[in-house]
């Protein structure tokens, strides 16, 4: 009934999607979408994509050069940020460093990550990692004031009103926002 309350929700539960063997999964996709040819036009240089994820090893050598910008939505633990394993998979699906004789090459191998951590990882040597709707929420804001180009969100979970308005609030900036096709159970 307070005219100053917008919306009133409960904490909603996410996780991200993680596949069983995602490196084959990784490069059929990229020879699919004919990644190399489009490195011709484009490899990102310039573009700040903001990854709404677990935290990344920053200091990888595939990601070196590729991270402008660390946030913790999570917890103060900078140790653990380093060590999430889902966070630094995406990243270098988006932006691994090309033509370097190591691992992948990313689908946009100059562009900028702005990693904001919002989940968090469920078990040690694993992807599985968990979100709720309030750390997502800070994530959403972080990239809008941080005027991240292209926002991913490699995750599944319920509808959020919450959400759906900071989406809404960023796709209105400019901002693309990218996820999966489908919910996945």
């Known amino acids: 009934a307070d005219a100053r309350?917008?919306?009133a929700e409960p904490l909603q539960d996410y996780r991200v999607l993680a596949a069983a063997d995602p490196y084959a999964a990784v490069q059929t996709s990229n020879a699919s979408m004919e990644i190399d040819q489009a490195h011709r036009s484009s490899r990102g240089r310039g573009v700040r994509i903001a990854l709404i994820d677990t935290g990344l090893a920053s200091d990888h050598p595939e990601l070196r050069g590729r991270i402008e910008a660390q946030r913790n939505f999570v917890?103060?633990?900078?140790?653990?940020?380093q060590l999430d394993r889902h966070g630094t998979a995406i990243a270098g699906v988006i932006a691994a460093n090309a033509d370097n004789g190591q691992g992948i090459s990313g689908i946009a191998p100059e562009a900028r990550l702005l990693a904001?951590?919002?989940c968090w990882q469920v078990q040690d040597g694993a992807d599985a990692a968990r979100c709720n709707s309030f750390t997502l929420a800070q994530a959403l804001a972080s990239a809008v004031e941080l005027k991240?180009?292209?926002i991913n969100l490699s995750l599944t979970g319920p509808p959020d009103p919450l959400?759906?308005?900071?989406?809404?609030?960023?796709?209105?900036?400019?901002?693309?926002?990218?996820?999966?096709?489908?919910d996945v159970p």
């Open 75 to 81: 917890d103060d633990d900078a140790r653990r940020f």
């Open 163 to 182: 959400l759906e308005a900071l989406a809404l609030q960023a796709m209105r900036a400019g901002i693309i926002i990218v996820g999966p096709a489908s």
């Open 5 to 7: 309350v917008a919306l």
């Open 116 to 118: 904001l951590k919002a």
């Open 148 to 150: 991240a180009r292209i």
